[in-house]
């Protein structure tokens, strides 16, 4: 994709504020950055300096990318606000960054991350699977990190609480570049309802 593109791919990455005890997770969100700026996309995510997030904002703002931040006031010292993003939005509560998140994006990606990391992925999934929106959502199961989450959610399928069809709305692959293009690809340039309705 062109980065002079008047309406660029923007992704949306839920991921840790921590590192995570492997370098590898460190490695994968570089490498999610660094896709982003070098196929012309642009990034949306939770605005913090450290861990995952920073190095997935700074990798894409390596690459070229244009990188908006989303952070409540109440986290701007907890997770350190990225003061070298593009866009930098304070705002007041979770459900705003969120929201504004979600409105920004064309795709959403989970990289590996904590418990607010897993209630962003399900928001989202649930969403899609109530036809809030009609953007593609996708998990990096990078070193098998979701395999006993993956595990779980075959035992809610098998136990007649989550169908298939909705499994299949969550594109899930070990490797970023693989899903990164798929992500791409089946984005779409319109939702059938506003997120407003949330």
């Known amino acids: 994709m ?16 921590k590192p995570g005890q492997n370098p590898a997770y460190m490695a994968l969100a570089r490498e999610v950055g660094h896709w982003i700026g070098e196929n012309g996309a642009r990034l949306v995510y939770g605005g913090g300096h450290h861990g ?5 904002a700074d990798a894409a703002l390596e690459a070229g990318a244009h990188v908006t ?20 939005h304070v705002v007041a509560n979770m459900h705003e960054r ?5 409105e920004r994006a064309d795709a959403f990606l989970a990289l590996p991350g904590g418990i607010g990391t897993f209630e962003e ?7 899609r699977q109530l036809g809030y ?16 989450l993956l595990a779980f959610l075959q035992t809610t399928v ?17 490797s970023a570049a693989g ?7 089946a984005a779409r340039p319109a939702t059938p309802a506003s997120l407003d309705q949330i």
């Open 69 to 88: 931040g989303v952070i409540p006031q109440a986290l701007v010292e907890m997770e350190a606000a990225h003061q070298g993003c593009s866009e930098l």
């Open 158 to 174: 098998r136990e007649g609480f989550v169908g298939d069809w909705q499994m299949g709305l969550l594109q899930v692959a070990d």
């Open 98 to 102: 969120k929201h504004l998140m979600a």
């Open 2 to 17: 062109n980065p002079l593109d008047h309406n660029p791919f923007t992704l949306c990455v839920y991921c840790g504020s």
């Open 179 to 185: 899903l990164l293009p798929a992500l791409r690809q």
């Open 133 to 148: 929106h009609g953007k593609p959502v996708g998990l990096l199961n990078s070193g098998g990190y979701y395999d006993g």
């Open 121 to 127: 992925l399900f928001e989202v999934w649930a969403w």
């Open 52 to 56: 995952l997030m920073g190095a997935v």
